[in-house]
């Protein structure tokens, strides 16, 4: 099972986010537990998204909590995947290695 390079599990679960939500859950995280996220709105698309891996490594972790605030319409798709594949390659219906693309 292998991440593709440089990309965490915070990657895993903004990476395909569409930015108006990206922004609003980051505001939402921001405002809750403090973070201090400014200029997110002119961030370039890049920007945004390591602004979004930052702040889930802050205050011990914040995955859960930001996983929570995405809408269903939403979902971390990259993650979604990620475990999928360690489940089938748990349950031996999946052959390994395996690296998620995205």
Same mark, same amino acid.
């Not at 980051?26 to 997110?40: I, V």
């Not at 798709?77 to 693309?101: C, N, Y």
């Given at each position: 099972? $292998? %991440? /593709?390079?440089?990309?965490? #599990? ?6 395909? #986010?569409? $930015?108006? @939500?990206?922004?609003?859950? !980051? ?7 403090? %973070?201090?996220?400014?200029? %997110? ?6 920007? !945004?998204? +390591?602004?979004? @891996? ?15 605030? %995405? /809408?269903?319409?939403?979902?971390? @798709?990259?993650? !979604?995947?990620?475990?999928?594949? @360690?489940?089938?390659?748990? $349950?031996?219906?999946? +052959?390994? /290695?395996?690296? !998620?693309?995205?």
């Amino acid at each position: 099972m $292998r %991440l /593709p390079e440089g990309f965490a #599990i915070e990657k895993a679960l903004t990476h395909g #986010i569409p $930015r108006d @939500v990206l922004l609003r859950v !980051l505001t939402q995280l921001s405002s809750t537990w403090q %973070l201090s996220l400014q200029g %997110l709105e002119q961030a370039s698309d890049k920007d !945004l998204q +390591a602004a979004a @891996v930052k702040a889930l490594k802050q205050k011990s972790g914040l995955h859960a909590q930001f996983v929570e605030l %995405l /809408p269903p319409s939403s979902p971390p @798709v990259a993650a !979604l995947e990620l475990l999928s594949a @360690v489940t089938d390659l748990a $349950r031996g219906t999946r +052959a390994g /290695p395996w690296t !998620l693309q995205a």
